[in-house]
């Protein structure tokens, strides 16, 4: 025994420095990346194709459609293994005609408040709403006053602002969100006639922003979010009296109808059935063209392929492609992907989401199943020194709306993190256009997520 | 002896315990000097004055006079111990009338190049100047056919792009700028009868950068900087054929006239002669309004006094605010305040220069004298527990063009550095405007820089 650690004394250096030689090569492998895609990248061309060219594709639009054709034919001059369509049914939520929402007040007098219906929501008919607004900051002071019979009949103002002070606006985000996803439902619930929302974001501006809304139980009134600027003097106004506001939206939800993920692999050469997932969802709002939001997950996530392609990199592994259909209004096509997944008794081993915008990199989130978040955390976290140089960080936090779907295969599921703090600007708004993305912060984006997934797929996560 | 560490032994866990605590109040009112900058900080608004109603302020303009006294009045209104203007001397170069620049192409026809002239560089009087074009990469080939008699009577086109693998643009910034600033007095010197300098940009666009440019020896030539995309087609035509450029400039160097830095400071309570310095530079170019190049930087240090007070601190050290004048051509405000501290043998203990624009904070460069870098650096790098929170590192690396003449006094220098992937999509161009600042991104950066403030203050560097 002795003579064996004696043996594996002298071994040591040895070990250790192949293991600096292979850190130096990762770190030049790391380095091609960034400059490939600083260079020869393709993410921001592409961008611009899918929203200046096709535009606002909300699932079920003409739209969408053709981002499907689209990016499906850019998988395919990739030359990918395999590039195929998976079918799945979406819902098929329309506008219509433009929204208007007026506050009428004995002392101010009618004004108008920017406004834009909720995702999902019913539609007021030609005649629209008109009744009493009462104010609230909560779903619980919603349902409160509900259950004292205060809001039947009414219109309930859901008012709650950001929190400026989350440094990150995720969790601004997150704190306010629940007004717009189940503030309409718990009107309805008590009788109100109409939901008012405001907008979700950091600024004070007169942009309205959409976003879904989800009824329960067959409680549905119709809904819409108001600017900030339009909130807050309503809330002004209600200060002083009580105030009125008429809305009337146009909006329908059609029958469900066919649409497709658009789904791209590179056959992996050593261990094809780990798969590690790279993916944003293609599906956008019908105002603004969906830049941030999705555009730039879509571009990184097919950069991904194109850059290692470029560089001739060859996977152990499978790297898989998605572009998700129906993340804004459903997640019908983020439950496909994971039913047949499961059917096939796929592992992904590693799915990584970028639905946090275009901007600067910061790192990446991490999630797992319980089971084996920490273990395969752990091998994560030693690779940070190769990522450090390019102001990336590693931390445990939620991934993405798509990618979470499948943590029952207990591989790890990513999140990419962006700088977020103008990601509210923009969001769910016209304003999210082509014009508010930068190249290199784009680009730099692809880089960071195609850095990880060669780690990924070199080293594994010890299965 | 024994009983001595015996003793210190048994206080171990007190000290521990002390020091914890202390951490935790400093991480609590770092905590809190973000929430008052996010909630009540007025940088935002101070920023909106200084572009839209006084505009871009070079130095002996009238509107640097007007940003002169708005910052005055803003520091008396804050209530600060001591407020006032420290006259020096500056440049005063006037742009005239709009320049002009066409490439003259058989091949091609003429075509309009976006130029703008260089700051400080002569005008070409009104008929301009035209000749055939040289096109060189670096200021040694400029050289190298300057004594070859290749540029005599020539213009010489300086073109060597931003190299993109920089991940960080101010490095890409630092491989070029050579060009501009030393590149025309170069031609001049071989006979050159002018300069076109490529624009300092990582974009491809038809937007002309400005900025300074320096004569040596009396070698002097009028020199304009062209847009990335007039210099991608001057470089195309160059490809096929001799072409000539034609220039017209009406620039001029008027006489220096006298102008101010603007100071302001809060006496220390317990170390009066240390000085914690903030700064920006209240000059900016022309064109455009010097919204991230350098209001930011001017509305961050004015918060870091206006937060510091609404949270009623008292610091030990002496606290003071710097408005540089002229930092952009000639660097004469910062040159007087050099010259009058080191006269009234004053010492800055730590200065901190703002001067990388509005953009979402990552952290701080730090630089000093060989005598004391090390060791007064390893201090600081001992707070970064209570800063990584907030997104921020700190390196060694410059500090800024007005606080790196502070050297010799043997304090620490620091540069707040944001991201910098949009700075050169702006710096000094029409497009350094108000809307492209976020409200959030410029807060941030004024709260990073008051908790840095806050720590130097309390605990010093070991004078």
């Known amino acids: 025994m002795k003579h064996v650690l004696f043996f594996l004394f002298l071994l040591l250096p040895f070990f250790l420095i192949s293991q600096q030689d292979e850190q130096e090569k990762d770190a030049f492998f790391i380095k091609d990346i960034y400059n490939k895609t600083l260079t020869e990248g393709q993410s921001y061309d592409w961008l611009m194709y899918l929203t200046k060219q096709i535009g606002g594709r909300l699932s079920g639009s003409p739209a ?5 054709e689209y990016t ?17 049914m979406v819902p098929h939520w329309v506008r219509g005609e433009k929204e208007e ?35 609230v900051q909560s779903i619980d002071e919603a349902e409160e006053l509900g259950k004292q019979g205060k809001i039947k009949g009414k219109i309930v103002f859901y008012n ?13 985000y997150g704190g306010a969100v629940d007004q717009r996803v189940v503030g309409p439902t718990m009107a309805a619930k008590y009788g109100a ?11 004070t501006d007169d942009i309205p922003h959409t976003g879904v809304t989800y009824y329960r139980d067959g409680h549905e009134c119709p809904a819409v979010a108001i600017s900030t600027m339009a909130a807050d003097q309503l809330e002004e106004a209600l200060k002083h009296e009580k105030v009125r506001v008429y809305f009337r939206t146009n909006c329908k939800n059609l029958d469900p109808i066919l649409s497709y993920n658009v ?11 780990e798969i590690i997932l790279v993916s944003g969802h293609l599906d956008s709002w019908d105002v603004g063209t969906g830049a941030h ?12 392929i194109n850059v290692l392609k470029k560089l001739n990199y060859k996977p152990k592994r499978t790297l898989r492609c998605v572009m998700y259909m129906n993340e804004e209004n459903g997640g019908e096509g983020a439950n496909t992907y994971r039913d047949v997944s499961n059917e096939k008794k796929e592992y992904h081993m590693a799915a990584i989401e970028s639905d946090r915008g275009g901007f600067t990199p910061r790192g990446f989130t991490a999630d797992g ?22 102001g990336l960080n590693l931390r445990k936090g939620g991934s993405g709306a798509d990618v979470s779907k499948l943590k029952g295969q207990k591989g790890l599921l990513f999140g990419f993190e962006p700088d977020s703090q103008r990601y509210f600007d923009y969001h769910h708004t016209p304003a999210d256009a082509p014009d508010v993305v930068n190249k290199r912060e784009l680009e730099l984006g692809a880089a960071a997520i195609t850095a990880l997934v060669y780690l990924l797929d070199k080293y594994g996560l010890g299965d």
């Open 64 to 68: 969408a459609a053709a981002a499907i």
């Open 72 to 88: 499906r034919q850019l998988m395919v001059s990739m030359d990918m293994d395999s590039v195929w369509l998976q079918p799945c």
């Open 101 to 135: 929402c007026r506050m009428i007040s004995t002392r101010l007098g009618t004004m108008d408040l920017a406004c834009l219906a909720l995702g999902n929501s019913i539609g007021t008919g030609p005649s629209g709403v008109s009744a009493e607004v009462v104010e």
């Open 160 to 172: 709650r602002p950001f929190d400026q002070t989350q440094i990150n606006t995720m969790a601004a």
């Open 193 to 203: 006639i109409g939901a008012v929302v405001r907008s979700m974001t950091n600024k």
């Open 263 to 273: 789904i791209g692999e590179i056959k992996g050469t050593e261990k094809p059935d």
């Open 293 to 304: 939001d999705d555009g730039s997950g879509c571009v990184h996530s097919l950069e991904v």
């Open 369 to 390: 199943h319980d089971d084996i978040f920490n273990d395969k955390f752990k091998r994560v976290i030693e690779w940070l020194p190769l990522l450090e140089p390019y």
